[in-house]
Nanobody, 124 residues
Framework: VVLAESGGGLVQAGDSLRLSCAAS????????MGWFRQAPGKEREFVAA???????YYADSAKGRFTISRDNAENTVYLQMNSLKPEDTAVYYC???????????????????WGQGTQVTVSS
């Protein structure tokens, strides 16, 4: 599986962005897809994940502002980010794995495939 993120950029606080992650491979629809982010000097952290059946998981920092979705026909997963804050500034990574338990979806160590990342910068 090869993942390619897009949609990052420089925005102001309160603005919105939609990140996309295009995946190769015929079995995309069966994969758990996740979004993680990493700010300078910090560890990579979980943002959101979506299962093959559409079940979603969110970090507390993302709840109510971010929405993860997937289009299996297009082999693409999205992260709609609203009401962006300066603390959302980070490189955002898309990740995929064929099978994860519920408590594993938030741990980057369990994902087998990663994209190259896209920079999101939110100015105050």
């Amino acid at each position: 599986v090869v993942l390619a993120e897009s949609g990052g950029g420089l925005v102001q606080a309160g603005d919105s962005l939609r990140l996309s992650c295009a995946a190769s491979g015929r079995t995309f629809s069966s994969y758990v897809m996740g979004w993680f982010r990493q700010a300078p000097g910090k560890e990579r952290e979980f943002v959101a994940a979506i299962t093959w059946s559409g079940g979603t998981y969110y970090a507390d920092s993302a709840k109510g502002r971010f929405t993860i979705s997937r289009d299996n026909a297009e082999n693409t997963v999205y992260l709609q980010m609203n009401s962006l804050k300066p603390e959302d500034t980070a490189v955002y990574y898309c990740a995929a794995d064929p099978a994860l338990y519920t408590d594993e979806v938030v741990d980057p160590g369990f994902y087998d495939y990663w994209g190259q990342g896209t920079q999101v910068t939110v100015s105050s």
